[in-house]
């Protein structure tokens, strides 16, 4: 029988109890077995919801596992799991993967040189209904563009996804993940971007893909409650095929990015559709809107 891989969670804010401590607990042939926060009291109380060990001390913590499972900010993330794949360990990492390029590449570096394997939850794309929709279109195809609109409320106080990171970062860094990684996937490798801001955190981008296919993309985490809206679709000959909506019950496609991870661990497979290079990949295209943006701030 192959042993259980030994997962730690790094985090234990909203995202890390609702989503990844639930998803770690019930995927099959893993174990749900360390915790790791910088506060010891929320580390020790995750933890024994699970019957994980809490940990204060990282070596501590990556010495106790083989695989690592991020929800805390990007720049937090980026140079723990870079320190983790240079010590073997295999790396469930959240979107965006960094803020910086400086951080993102090494990190792609660390995991490259350990060759460990790598999965990055955008997750849509491990929504059972969004694989179907990106098989049937990719099969379609001669689709000559795209239009993503995610109108989200996360800037709301009361709101649990209010957090330092996303107020400094907007919709941009938080949403533009999920949706160039979806208009990738379905109109082919990104190539340009030219990106204009709003009020707020309000961001528009123009995205060139590789076969000459275009598509535009609205993000924002400051939209009010009455607005909230997420939106993508393809149109071409074939019409318009509008993508699923995304989860609100993100355990279920976690469970699969996780099973996925473990198979490619145990297997020595390496690469994954959203291993850490194509989140480094997204990752370019923020980074350059993020660029145009502050040489062309709002009016
Ligand atoms: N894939 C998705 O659909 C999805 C959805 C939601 C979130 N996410 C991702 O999940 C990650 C976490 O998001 P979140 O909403 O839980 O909130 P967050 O504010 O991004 O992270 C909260 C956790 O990070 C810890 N933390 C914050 N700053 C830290 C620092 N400097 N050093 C060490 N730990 C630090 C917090 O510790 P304290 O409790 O001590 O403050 C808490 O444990 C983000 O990368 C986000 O993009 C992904």
């Not at 990844?20 to 995750?46: K, M, Q, Y």
């Not at 990055?120 to 491990?126: D, G, N, S």
């Not at 990738?184 to 528009?204: E, F, K, N, Y």
Request: some cysteine.
């Amino acid at each position: 029988m192959t042993r259980s891989l030994r997962f730690g969670l790094v985090g234990t804010g909203h995202w890390a109890r609702i989503t990844h401590a639930p998803a770690l607990a019930s995927t099959d042939g893993i174990e749900f077995a360390a915790v790791w926060g910088r506060n010891a009291d929320a580390a020790a109380d995750l933890a024994a919801s699970y019957g994980a060990t809490a940990h204060h001390d990282l070596t501590a913590f990556l010495a106790d596992v083989d695989a690592v499972a991020f929800a805390v900010p990007p720049d937090v993330q980026a140079p723990i799991a870079t320190r983790a794949a240079s010590a073997g360990k295999h790396l469930l990492l959240e979107k965006p993967i960094a803020i910086s390029m400086a951080h993102a590449d090494a990190l792609a570096s660390a995991v490259e040189q350990a060759q460990v394997a790598s999965v990055v939850f955008f997750t849509a794309r491990f929504q059972a209904d969004t694989r179907a929709w990106l098989a049937e279109v990719t099969a379609t195809g001669g689709w000559a563009g795209g239009s993503a609109v995610w109108l989200g409320t996360a800037w709301q106080a009361g709101n649990p996804f209010n957090t330092p990171w996303r107020r400094d970062k907007g919709g941009l860094w938080d949403l533009g993940p999920h949706v160039v990684s979806l208009l990738w996937a379905s109109l082919g490798p990104v190539r340009s971007v030219t990106a204009r801001a709003g009020r707020a955190d309000i961001t528009h981008l123009i995205l060139g893909h590789e076969n000459g296919a275009t598509s535009t993309v609205t993000v924002t985490l400051s939209a009010p409650e009455s607005a909230e809206f997420d939106d993508l679709y393809l149109w071409g000959q074939a019409g318009r095929s509008p993508a699923p909506v995304e989860t609100e019950q993100a355990v279920v496609p976690l469970r699969t990015a996780l099973s996925e991870l473990a198979a490619n661990a145990r297997s020595g497979q390496v690469s994954h559709p959203c291993d850490v290079q194509f989140g480094r990949d997204v990752g370019r295209v923020l980074s350059e809107a993020q660029r145009q943006i502050g040489a062309h701030p709002s009016p």
